[in-house]
């Protein structure tokens, strides 16, 4: 089971682990795939010493080789040295009460206990005792050095009885090298046939980007209650759900329509049916301004713009909105709305921030994974090939007017040296565009492709309109 806890501390409750078990700094075969690839395991058991089993060598625990502990390679001395820091750090750790016995118990009477696994952004991984009162640090350690530790920047996972912990190193297996079977009900494969009643229809391809006059083969495939396979169907019922074109016994052909579409293809074999998700997308240039759009709608083709944008009726326009109702989980939203593969083109759109208790939002338009940003509180103007990395990112300031309609336009180009060049522009629609670019970055680290789309961070709201997506000038 696992609990997500703010500032990055993650529970793991009922874990089964010894305590003596435990990263060791560094040892362990970087993220190895496989739990047999995972490094970092100290072998403790009631007579050993964790540090002193860590010689690079499977150690068995005293109750067989059930409990063996696969142990990274290190040498004996710095595994010693990071044993007296273990042991220093737990009796720091601990209540003054049981500071005293703690050096004493054994790692491995702790087996069974119900145990808190956390990690810290600085390099601290602990197991922790919850009770009552409060709770109690049974285990800590410190990845990576004193001097250079390692920020661990992911929240554990538990797989068959192993912990794994992501630094910015290494990933570390904590656990027994011998797994233990998942008790959770095989997935369905397709090889384990059932004679049970089917209870589930699986269309395939179950998801698909295709273009106009595409032709593809579905196919439906009956599951029991438990996920057994039962058989692939060759009677059942097609139909389409908001998509143009026709099904008929599950070869589907797209209608050659300059249009966007998405919809189902659906199968239904008796009472029980199940559906493939399709976009279409007709080839470059587009152009949507709303205006055939029905109010509180969302574009079917759109990804991730449900409960975050909506078209709206705006001064005899329609507009799409991006909202502040709801979650303040759903004020910041990337939507999208094209095949991720595309490269070298470039996305327009008009744009009006409002204002609500002075604060205004923060929006643009994406082209190729670089989002063209205008920062509303900030007043400036981002070029951004990704927005936590601050250090590729352009900043230019602008002076953004709410209650104001402006053209954003970005163009991304793969250039022939391998680099991508980004750069965009930022006018009143009441003026005529500029001929300079306002912002532009040759990024060599370079997205070469990605889906179209637009950006709305709404501390109050934001309006869209007239999108355009064309191939490059
Ligand atoms: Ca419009």
């Known amino acids: 089971m696992l609990m997500m806890a703010p500032a990055f501390c993650l529970t793991i409750c009922g874990a089964t682990m010894r305590t003596g078990q435990r990263p060791q700094p560094r040892a362990g075969t970087r993220t190895g795939g496989s739990a047999e690839a995972c490094g970092g395991i100290a072998g403790g058991t009631s007579s050993d010493a964790p540090g002193d089993a860590a010689e690079g ?5 005293n109750d067989g080789p059930a409990s063996r502990a696969w142990v990274a390679s290190s040498s004996l001395s710095s595994a010693v040295m990071r044993r007296r820091r273990w042991r220093a750090s737990r009796r720091q750790c601990l209540p003054p009460a049981q500071a005293a016995s703690a050096p004493q118990q054994s790692p ?5 206990r119900i145990a808190r696994y956390s990690g810290s952004s600085r390099a601290r991984s602990s197991g922790q005792k919850p009770s009552a009162t409060g709770v109690q640090i049974l285990d800590q350690d410190q990845l990576g050095t004193e001097a250079k530790p390692e920020a661990i920047i992911a929240s554990p996972a ?3 009885g192993r912990v794994f912990v992501v630094s910015d190193s290494a990933l570390y297996c904590i656990g027994k090298k011998t797994a233990q079977n998942s008790s959770h009900p095989q997935s369905a494969v397709g090889t384990n046939v059932s004679s049970n009643p089917a209870t589930f229809v699986q269309v395939v391809p179950t998801e698909l980007l295709l273009k106009p006059g595409d032709k593809v083969n579905f196919r439906a495939r ?4 438990q996920g057994n396979f ?50 279409i997308f007709p080839p470059l240039p587009w152009s949507e301004n709303f205006d055939g759009m029905a109010v509180n709608s969302v574009p079917s083709t759109w990804v991730n713009a449900t409960l975050k944008f909506v078209v709206r009726e705006m001064n ?13 989980l759903l004020s910041r939203a990337r939507a999208y709305f094209g095949p991720s593969d595309w490269s070298n083109y470039t996305v327009e759109a008009d744009i009006n921030a409002t204002q609500r208790r002075r604060q205004q939002g ?20 981002h070029l951004e090939p990704w927005q936590p990395e601050t250090e590729r990112t352009v900043v230019v300031p602008f002076t953004w007017k709410p209650d104001t309609w402006y053209r954003m336009k970005l163009e991304v180009q793969n250039l022939p040296n391998g680099t991508t060049r980004a750069r965009g522009k930022v006018w009143p629609v009441s003026e005529t565009e500029p001929t300079a670019w306002t912002i532009e970055r040759v990024d060599p680290i370079p997205n070469r492709q990605g889906a179209p789309g637009i950006f709305g961070g709404a501390l109050s709201e934001l309006y869209f309109d007239n999108l355009k997506v064309y191939r490059n000038n």
């Open 108 to 112: 491995a009477k702790k087996v069974s």
């Open 158 to 160: 538990i797989s068959n």
């Open 316 to 328: 005899g326009t329609k507009v799409l909105v991006k909202t502040t109702e709801g979650s303040s």
């Open 362 to 381: 923060d929006g643009g338009v994406i082209a190729q994974r670089y989002s063209l940003t205008l920062f509303g509180n900030d007043q400036k103007l």
């Open 222 to 225: 009956l599951f029991d209650a």
């Open 57 to 61: 060598a499977i150690r068995a625990g």
């Open 230 to 279: 039962i058989r692939e169907e060759t009677n059942a019922s097609w139909s389409l759900d908001q998509l143009k074109g026709t099904v008929e016994n599950g070869h589907f052909t797209a209608a050659n329509v300059d249009a966007a579409q998405g919809g189902l293809v659906k199968a239904t074999v008796g009472d029980i049916s199940g559906t493939a998700s399709v976009r």
